[in-house]
């Protein structure tokens, strides 16, 4: 930019299938010259090596990319407000970190970009760490979004279903609060960021479940039907892609059986 502003570009990157790359993505990327990247430990070489494909494939021009550790967020607590409370806490860290790279690694004018993984809106901290940095006032900088594939829409192409059931409402959970859903029967339900299985509290009340791992990836797992009946095979894939990779990420729908 002429007038010696900086410019952040948030750019969702799809869920893990290189083809979900946008044309707007690409466009972004390609006028970048610094990408942000916060590495996470134990998910941290194959989303790296994702990423620095992309740009290898897509980003002919000059860039650099530099890279900073994600900082560690503390997951063991376990009420609501110890949750929210943790979270708030790793977002302040992260905007520390963030705020520093673009005051120190990005020249007056220049453009830098954060790749984020699916879509920058659902559950990812990346514009709440560039608002917290804004109102912070200690460097200044415009930004945008690109939007991305979520790994939600993935889930519902994969299965060939839609999210929602005719004129119902969707409800997207993550699993440590999917026991208020129990009972609510109106809408479907989806469900991200779930360590424990926690769909297992349906087994019995007649749920059918759209479930995937790696979603977009060669590791893809689609596995779906009635919970009772599937519950113990999606047990089994977990624990053996979680002993082979060494994490997992999986995002499901929860349907009422029997209704269109
Ligand atoms: C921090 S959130 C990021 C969501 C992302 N912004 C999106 O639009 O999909 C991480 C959660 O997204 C889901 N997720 C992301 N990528 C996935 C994939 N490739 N396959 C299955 N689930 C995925 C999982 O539920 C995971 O716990």
Redesign the pocket.
Known sequence: MSDGTKHIAVI?IG??DPDQLTLGAVKAMRSTDVFFVLEKGEEKSSLTRLRRTMLAEHVPGPHRVVEAEDPWRDRAQGSRGGYADAVHDWRRRRADICERLIREELAPGQRGAFL?????S???STLAVLEEITARGNVTFTYDVVP?V???S??AARHRVGLNRVGRPIHITPGRRLAETVGNDDGDVIV???AHESFRQFAGGGTWIYW??????PDEILISGPVEEVAEDIRRARAAARAEHGWI???YLLRPCGDA
């Open positions: 969702g869920s893990g984020v993984w699916g879509d920058p659902l559950y990812d991305g979520s790994s939600v993935t889930l991200m960021l779930d995937g791992a790696y979603l977009g990836t990420m999986d995002t």
